[in-house]
C-alpha cells in the first residue's frame, strides 16, 4: 500500500512539473465602435513594436471589410504573420485558418485588409504572431 501511494506521490509531482509552453503567442486586437482597436489578449515579444494607428470597417456589397492601420515603433524591419477573425452578430467569432505574412520597415506604416469570407460579420478581430 506505501508503494502505491509513492508511485502515486511520484507521478501527480512529474505531472505537475509539466508546465505548458506557448511556441506561437499571439496579440489580438478587437475594434470598438468609434472605429478604434483596442488590444484585448497575448504579449507576443516579436510583435511587440507594431501599434494599430486607425481601424476602420465597412459593408460592401453585403460583405465587411476591414483595414487597420499599423506602425513599426522600431527602427528595425518587423516581420509578422497577421490575420483577421470575424464575429458575428450573436458574438460568436470564426477564426481564419490563413495567416498572411507582412514585413514593415523601421518606423514605417501600413494597411492590413481583408473581406469577411462567410458575409455575415459585424465585426473583426486582428490578430498578429511574429515570425
Known amino acids: 500500500m506505501k508503494f502505491e ?8 509531482f512529474a505531472f505537475a512539473g509539466c508546465a505548458t509552453y506557448n511556441k506561437n503567442p499571439t496579440t ?15 504579449g507576443d515579444n516579436k510583435t511587440k513594436n507594431i501599434v494599430v494607428i ?6 460592401i456589397s453585403g460583405k465587411l ?11 528595425k524591419p518587423s516581420i509578422f504573420l497577421y490575420r483577421f477573425d470575424w464575429v458575428s452578430e450573436d458574438g460568436s ?10 514585413t514593415i520597415n523601421g ?9 469577411d469570407p462567410r458575409g455575415n460579420a459585424v465585426d473583426f ?3 498578429l504572431k511574429g515570425t
Do not use: C, F
Not at 54 to 59: A, G, R, T, Y
Open 5 to 12: 501511494k509513492l508511485l502515486l506521490n511520484l507521478a501527480i
Open 107 to 115: 518606423k514605417e506604416m501600413q494597411t492590413l485588409q481583408a473581406v
Open 28 to 42: 489580438t486586437y478587437e475594434s470598438k465602435e468609434d472605429a478604434s482597436v483596442s488590444r484585448i489578449a497575448g
Open 65 to 75: 471589410h476591414a483595414k487597420v492601420e499599423v506602425q513599426n515603433q522600431s527602427s
Open 93 to 102: 467569432v470564426e477564426n481564419s485558418p490563413v495567416w498572411s505574412n507582412a
Open 125 to 127: 478581430r486582428l490578430v
Open 54 to 59: 486607425n481601424s476602420l470597417k465597412n459593408q
